[in-house]
Each structure stands twice: as structure tokens, then as C-alpha cells.
């Protein structure tokens, strides 16, 4: 059994995508947790999971400084219901431990790299850009010299054309374009608001930073970074005359895009600590094109993974995740014929192999769309550097699968 992860990365891999084809099968939490403790051996310094990129700051404070606990990390640092599951909640207790009598330069870091919208909802921009506007304060020091000092703060109400919160959260704001506040006189006021604030952030940075630190001014953008991508995300989902196929599409292209935008950015504050280790769905990683087919629906979209694939080149690499049963989603053994029983005939708990398929196999069909399981296809290996599998999520113990303090 392979499980030496580090014969399937090259040398300049600064981003390492690690898939799993569903979000309800634990055991790929476990591998991954044991898999990140080995790669923090060879250097690694951060890991980013798919949850929501704002909210992922209070685990960073959490396992760097020891801020909070770690309860109040898991409530208040996940999105989707992650902070639930508790192969999050190990890796962040360890990765806790492992900083605690370390220098902050050699500490790991912690990031999630989603935008704060849910499946059938996404927040109103208020808060997001509210935060970024509170940072950059005429009285952090004379912003005379670059055209924008204190006089030029008037006109930056953002709770007037915000209006009430309620109006962006609601389901039908997403669902039905008609109810959408994206495509008001409002949300142009507020998107005008947004691109001055990065401008006036960018331009006081040195009294900015001076007044507080580096780390507080990424802060502020990431703030600023979520709610222009809210704005963005609400104008798609005002966008009518859409079939439902196209319309799923943008929104869920337009959430990848925005991913790909936070991994490129992550990877920025990185760069100069080690490589990180990125965690989530293969939909998202895949260096090949996304696509999902359900009834009617058939929608087509670029992947995080393939944006930053083309951006970063050989300086990403993906990993896709493979399963064969699974008594946690009701996934039986596969069929004889498709390609995870070609991986489960190996009769191990989980394995790393080349990204091959032999020939003449092909993709299960027995799943169901409750489980969240993407079945295995050649497509999602296009560019992949290595295939986890998982022959039976209930062989891989917790005590075997996770790093320890």
C-alpha cells in the first residue's frame, strides 16, 4: 500500500489540491489530517478548506496566537456545517498543539478559501464592506499626499443603499431574479463604494499599516475581498432570461472563480513560509472543466482548480479522491466493471495512486444524488498528478488517520 504522498508532488509544487468526491464520507478528513501532519514534516505551512474565507480568520487566530478556544473556533470559524465534523475539529486542536511553543514565523496557518454564501443564500455586503471602511480612517494619518484625505469620506453611507439585511439573505434573492436586490440602483451605489474603499485602502497602506500591522491590513482586504465578491454574486443572480441550466452554471462558475481568486491570494501571504495544502471537493480542484447533470439541469463550469491550474502551472498539483463504499452515505461495493472496483480489487483502506485508468472500465452508476458522490471518470484525472482512494470509509480509524499532538 502506497502512502507516501511526497512521490507524487514535484519539487515546485507550491499548491497541493487534495479532492474528496463527497463531503459526508469522514474518512477522507482522516487521510487528509494524517497526510497534512506528514507534509508539515516537508516543509508545508498552511492548509485552506472550503469554508467560508472571513469566518476561517477566527480558527487562524485560534490555532496562531491561541486566541479563544477551540469550541468557539469550531462554532463560529466554519461554514457549510464543517465546524460539525470532527476531523475539523482534530486537525484544528493539533495544528493548536503544534504552535504552541513555536516562533510565529514557523507556526501553521489556517484559511478557508470559500465565499460566505450557502446553498440557497448569500448574506447582504453590509457588513463586509462596513468592516473595510472602518479600517481605513482618516485618522490613521494624513491622507492629503494621495488626493484622498479626510474631506473625501463623506458619501460612504453603506447602510442606506445596503437597506435591510433580510433583503440579500432571503432564498428568493438567489433563486429567483426577480427578487433580487443584484441588479438595483442600490447595489451599483454599493459597488461604486466597494471599489473606492480598495483604492483608499491600497493608498493609505503606509499610515494604514504604520497605525496597526501587515497582518490587520490583509485583514481589512480580505474583509473588503468577501464583499465585492457578494456584490458579484448577487448580480449574477439577478441576471434574467437565463435557461435553469445556464443560470446554475454562472452561479456556480462564478463561486469557483471566486475561490480560485482567495487560493491565488492565500498563496500570496504564503509564499515566502512553504507550500499549502487545499482541501475540498474534486468539482472544485479538478484541473479539468466541472460539469454536473441532474434531470433536466446540465451545467458547465471552470473549476477553482483549473483557473489556478492555469495560472500557477506545475506550481499546482491535484490529488483526486476515489471511494468504494461507504456505510456513512449508504454507497454499496461497487459494480463489477467501473473503475473504483478496478481500485477496490487492491483490498486496502486507502491508497495514493498514479492518476491511470486501465482501459475498458466504467463509471458506476449507483449512487444517488443525497450522497454528494461524484462517481470517478476519466475526465476528473485529466491533469491530476495522483488518485487517493478509500475502498471502505469505515477501515480508516480515527486513531490510525489522524496527527497527533
Known sequence: MSQDIHAFVVPSCELLGLGEPTHQEPAFGWVRNELFARLVDRGFRSIALETDRVAALAVDDYVREGVGTLDTAMAE???HGFGAHETNRRLVAWMREFNRNRPPADRLSFHGFDIPTENYSAPSPRRYLEHARDYVRPDRGPGTATGLGAGSDTGLDIAG?????????????????VQSPGATAEAGRLRCIADDLSVRLHARAPESIGATSPAEWHRARTWLTAGIGLLRYHAQSAVRGLTPSDRLSGLIGLRDTLMAQNLLDIRDLEARRGPTLVFSHNQHLRRSPS???????????????????????ERYAFVAGSLGRSEAIGLGEPASGTHEAFLQRRGTAWELT???????????????????????????????????????????APAEAAPSA
Open 161 to 177: 443603499p445596503a437597506g435591510e439585511d433580510e433583503r440579500w439573505s432571503r432564498a428568493e434573492a438567489v433563486l429567483d431574479p
Open 77 to 79: 470559524g466554519f461554514s
Open 291 to 313: 460539469g454536473w447533470a441532474q434531470g433536466e439541469l446540465d451545467c458547465g463550469w471552470n473549476s477553482a482548480g483549473r483557473i489556478v491550474g492555469a495560472l500557477l502551472g
Open 354 to 396: 498514479g492518476a491511470v485508468l486501465p482501459a475498458g472500465g466504467r463509471t458506476r452508476t449507483d449512487t444517488e444524488p443525497r450522497q454528494g458522490y461524484f462517481p470517478l471518470d476519466r475526465e476528473v484525472l485529466d491533469g491530476a498528478a495522483a488518485l487517493l482512494h478509500i475502498g471502505d470509509g469505515a477501515a480508516v
